[in-house]
């Protein structure tokens, strides 16, 4: 139930028409009004924290038409070769329609950071790019637990998106440990301290204790990295000592 005064998703997003370079075709994509929601902070995996609404869910644009799906930031980016990899691979086999929804639900939002993997796959994106997309589902099942809660739901379901964000974890912690040892910063519009802190968080999550310990320690005495993100470090080796 929402109280008298408190805002809705639905106040934090607006449609926004684009035209799809792949297929030509014009469609509307719901995005976060930037501005309007109050910007907490992140939490250990550097998921963005909103008030109001998990800004997550917005992340990927994707068009209805042909299946061409990708972040804010690449998305309308790819080469005329790319768009035609994405023409052959994935448009001539899309059928999916999507609902007219007010807001994007977590099912949906899964569904189209998969699309956005699978133009990352056809158009043969850097390996950095598709460990973020398997963070972004990281944060994504992040947030469908906390709402599963909240709901009530069953214990087993609850269970299953843990799974999964786990398995995402994994994957991203794997690109990203490759891609910093093959690509040159910014790795995915992020620095190198930026990498080497995720790699620490998730590096613990995964299990990963004497390399996570190796990452936070050689950024504990970076002498790039911010005292934010060193506290941060610090934060998250914290966790290891207590369990
Ligand atoms: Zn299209």
Redesign the pocket.
Known sequence: MEGIGQKKETDYIFDKTIK??????E?KTKQVRTGKARFIGTDDILKPLYEGIDTCKYDIIM??????AASLRLFGHHTEKQRQA?RDNV?SRFTAKEPETETYSYERAVKRCKMAMLTEMVTGGKISESAYLCLKLAWIYRGEIQEAKANGAAQERISMYEKYEKEYLEDAYRGFKQARETEYPPIAGMDENTITYLLTSIGIHCGKIDEARRYGSALLISRTASMKLKNKTRDVLETIKKN
């Open positions: 799809c370079d792949v297929c030509g075709k469609f068009c209805p038409h042909c299946g061409y994405v448009s």
